[in-house]
């Protein structure tokens, strides 16, 4: 897949407009829509942006930006391209239209959402991108949006979700676990000596961070996956100085830092909880780690990628 930074000129292309924030499963229906729905003869783009728009109430990222790639690679798409917004926030949903996805990229099929919004002030609808897709001879598909649970999935459905600790409902929205892969950090090494060595992970500032607790989760390494117990939050017994994700992995001893690891969500156990003794937390941790593998027993193991990106 080619990623631009600036907007091509390109001939023949297929077009799913959209932010795709999460790129949960309402999104991947637009984009399935001008990869598997296309002709051999068109070029399946992917239309985002590169910076977050500003008029957005909520724009906690659910992913990041490198996983959000590897998702559209494996989808098929040709090419993404993501110009900052203020590059064409000026431009009227006609001007949009005419000067970018037909002078530019020489639409033929363009995809979206139901929500979908275009040009300065968002003026520009569903219906006003019919209208112009018929007047230009452009083939438009605005797809229904995915429910689960009889309600309509959305990025912000996700992040409420997350701020809920109901991370078996995002799996289902998402079509695989909620996962992230920031760098581990160095810590205060209490894990080791309690006989827990575990890894840090700071969220970063844009980043959803879900409710606080301890998560069964599983972390990859080296394209192996392990269970492990993820305590997110800003650890109460021993302290820390903001939220952070901490991993242990029971059936793994080796040096992760300065790596980028994947930790994937599986299920909230319990909240965080201020013990009144480093023992007493040791003890806990041990258990979370004998529920977590009962959890996690689907999701570990050599090969395939259901579980995370």
Known sequence: MIIYEKIPKLKNTAVALGCFD???????????????????????VIFSFSDDIPYKRDSRHIITFDDKC????????????IPKFSSISEYSPEEFFKEILIKKLDAKLIACGENYHFGKYAAGDTDKLRSLCEEYGVECKVISPVEFDGEIISSSRIRRELNNGNIKAVEKMLG??????????????????????????????????????????????????????????VKPTVGSDKPLSETWIPEFSGDLYGRRIRVSLVQYMRGEHKFDSVEEL?????????????????????????YGI
């Open 70 to 81: 590897k998702i559209f690679s494996d989808m098929g798409a040709d090419s993404l391209i």
């Open 22 to 44: 999460g790129v949960h499963l309402g999104h991947q229906q637009v984009i399935k829509n001008v990869i598997t729905g296309k002709s051999d003869l068109l070029y399946s």
């Open 176 to 233: 695989r676990l909620f996962s992230y892969d920031f760098e581990v950090v160095s810590g205060r090494h209490l894990g080791r000596t309690l006989g827990t060595p575990t890894i840090n992970q700071y969220f970063p500032d844009n980043f959803v961070i879900p409710m606080y607790g301890v998560y069964a989760s599983v972390t990859e390494i080296d394209g192996r996956r392990y269970h492990s117990v993820t305590n997110i939050g």
């Open 282 to 306: 040791k003890q806990a941790i041990l258990q979370d780690g004998v529920n977590s593998k009962g959890l996690t027993a689907d999701y570990v193991g050599e090969g395939g990628n259901k």
